[in-house]
């Protein structure tokens, strides 16, 4: 099978898995991944992350002009300006997850920083997490946002819609965004009780541990 047909069907593959466990639901999340060509597959215009047509996935060059395949995602922006920023990007994840979302309109959670510093994987897998403002679905000032931070961090979370991950590849990704979730509705079940959070000296611990990209 080649690299393109793999990359096809581990899209579909995962992206049904996201929409099994109630991760995006109805049509909503999308998904981009680069080939080693430079060039991307990036999921369908109104389509369900559970019930992709691998053979449909849009076909994009790198600057995002269309070469195949349905008409990409309308939050195309969002994917390019991780591409553009971060060299080391190799897919894009984007979901309305419940409990991401629900964070995301905490009055607490902090703009430079939101995930709340409850496990060590969400620090691993993240990095800090930026909150973004809330703006319209489909407005290109999402992704002018993104390049706003330089490549600076893998992950965001637009502030009443839901989070975008970059990773290395799709399955990192996936995984990253899976602990984004997690540690959103840890934060949610364990919200005004008297918890221990990883302290600042914990933390730290762990950043310089594994290397984690923290300034
Ligand atoms: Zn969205």
Do not use: C
């Not at 790198?62 to 309308?74: E, S």
């Not at 997490?129 to 809330?134: D, K």
Request: net charge negative; hydrophobic share 40%; charged share 20%.
């Amino acid at each position: 099978m080649s690299e393109e047909n793999r990359l096809r069907d581990d899209i579909t593959r995962f992206a049904k898995s996201l929409f099994d466990r109630g991760l995006t639901p109805g049509n909503s999340g999308n998904i981009s991944a680069r080939l080693s060509d430079g060039t991307l597959l990036v999921t369908p215009t109104g389509s369900s992350m559970g019930f992709l047509d691998p053979a449909h996935i849009s076909h994009m060059a790198a600057d995002m002009t269309h070469l195949g395949g349905d008409k990409p995602t309308k939050e195309v922006p969002l994917h390019s300006a991780f591409y553009d920023t971060r060299q080391t990007t190799g897919a894009v994840v984007h979901l309305h997850s419940t409990h991401a979302v629900a964070l995301s309109m905490l009055p607490e959670t902090a703009a430079d920083n939101a995930l709340p510093p409850l496990t060590p994987y969400g620090i691993m897998r993240l990095g800090k997490v930026q909150l973004l403002p809330f703006f319209l679905p489909g407005d290109p000032a999402m992704g002018q946002a993104v390049r706003g931070l330089a490549g600076k961090r893998s992950a965001v979370l637009l502030a009443n819609h839901g989070p975008v991950v970059a990773g290395k590849d799709l399955e990192a990704a996936v995984f990253a965004m899976e602990e984004l979730e997690e540690t959103a509705k840890l934060a949610l079940l364990t919200r005004g009780m008297n918890i221990r959070s990883l302290t600042q000296i914990q933390v730290h611990a762990v950043v310089d541990r594994f290397d984690v990209d923290w300034d």
